[in-house]
């Protein structure tokens, strides 16, 4: 995908209209993702990508929720959602690169992503990152199209991968290639939004392997 300042350009001719197009057709997998973050009380959570904000009502209130986006003029329209619907629990909504976050290790319990990871350069780099800022043992939820394995579907995203740019994100993410580079224990799988184009994937933060004692 492109630059970062090109996501930006794009995303600031998008912001007017982005909750006509990604309201309705997202609901379910945005609603999923979040009952999964938000299972447990007093939680500290990060939205990545959090665009305008649709997703921040659907917190629980007794969670500390921090949303980062590329756009400033998305974070814009998503502190007015906020403002608007009294939200007490929203933390913070900061221009942030998700690749590079300025977070330090272990700062949340969830990390959720949503519709992210096919638009940023390296998809690696943002799992990582979401990685690297949760807990170990807290909960990375990620809604995503990933690459088809075969098939009729598999051959129309071999076709559209010249145009990613073109059409704004790139088809070809792999769902194991990200699990097995950052070494994400995958909860469960399921699809989502209309058509179950996309797939929601629960990821478990593994702890780290206590260092083994030399005899």
Known sequence: MDSLPTI???YRR???VYDVLEGAIFRSGRKDAVALANKRPNQRIL???VGTGLALPLYRPDSWVVGIDASPEMLRRARKRAKK???AHI???LEMDAMSMAFADRSFD???AMHVASVVPDPMKLINEMKRVCVPGGDIVVV???ASSGGVARLIEEACHPFAEVIGFRPDVRLMHLADGARLQIVQVRRVNLGGYWRLVHFRNAPAEPARQRA
Do not use: E, W, Y
């Open 8 to 10: 930006r350009a794009s």
């Open 14 to 16: 998008l912001s007017h």
């Open 47 to 49: 939205d990545v990508g």
């Open 85 to 87: 619907k009294g939200l």
């Open 91 to 93: 933390g913070g909504l």
């Open 110 to 112: 969830a990390v959720v």
């Open 144 to 146: 995503n199209h990933f």
